[in-house]
């Protein structure tokens, strides 16, 4: 009798054991994935924050009238320039077309100017030297935010975190 007790007790602390195996199991394989998906995620975010910065760096080098320092589709020129409407503000009531890009997710959209975009085509495009898998836009106001300068608004963007493009903005001015 008390070997059969013991015995059913041996079965249950197995059985218990076997479930406790693998609940440990699947919360390694969680913190595995999950430190696998923050690694892939800063390491992305690094490479953006880096091309950020080599971007800033060819830029502030162009001359004033680059081609790639134009307003292809001219909504970002002169729309803060008429005396008494110089308040910062897109005349035509947009944002300079600062924050085009194709494919700009509905997710950013909804986010407004700020931190948000608007699906269209930039006034430029580059893809990284290093990693072609990253996407670099811009967009040129012209005459903003003073006259003799240029704004210009870059998103890098990975193809694996489409709503977490780095933004960034440099203005150059015309050497007078
Ligand atoms: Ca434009
Ligand atoms: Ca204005
Ligand atoms: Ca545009």
């Known amino acids: 009798m008390l070997q059969n007790n013991n015995k059913g007790m041996t079965l249950v602390e197995v059985l218990v054991a076997i479930v406790v195996f693998g609940i440990a199991v699947i919360g390694v394989m969680t913190m595995t994935s999950r430190a696998t998906l923050d690694n892939t995620d800063s390491h992305i975010l690094s490479n953006q924050v880096s091309l950020a910065g080599e971007q800033i760096e060819i830029f502030s080098a162009l001359p004033y009238d680059h081609f790639d320092l134009n307003d292809?589709?001219?909504?970002?020129?002169?729309?803060?320039?008429?005396?008494?409407?110089?308040?910062?503000?897109?005349?035509?009531?947009?944002?300079?077309g600062l924050n085009d890009y194709p494919g700009c997710s509905t997710a950013l959209q909804n986010r407004g100017n700020l931190w948000g975009c608007t699906d269209g085509p930039a006034d430029g495009t580059a893809t990284s030297k290093t990693d072609a898998s990253y996407t670099i836009y811009w967009n040129v106001a012209f005459n903003y935010p003073l006259l003799h300068s240029k704004t210009v608004r870059f998103f890098v963007i990975h193809p694996m975190k489409p709503n977490h493009p780095i933004i960034f903005e440099t203005v150059i001015s015309r050497e007078l």
């Open 72 to 96: 292809d589709d001219g909504d970002g020129t002169n729309q803060d320039v008429l005396l008494g409407r110089q308040d910062g503000k897109d005349d035509n009531g947009g944002d300079f």
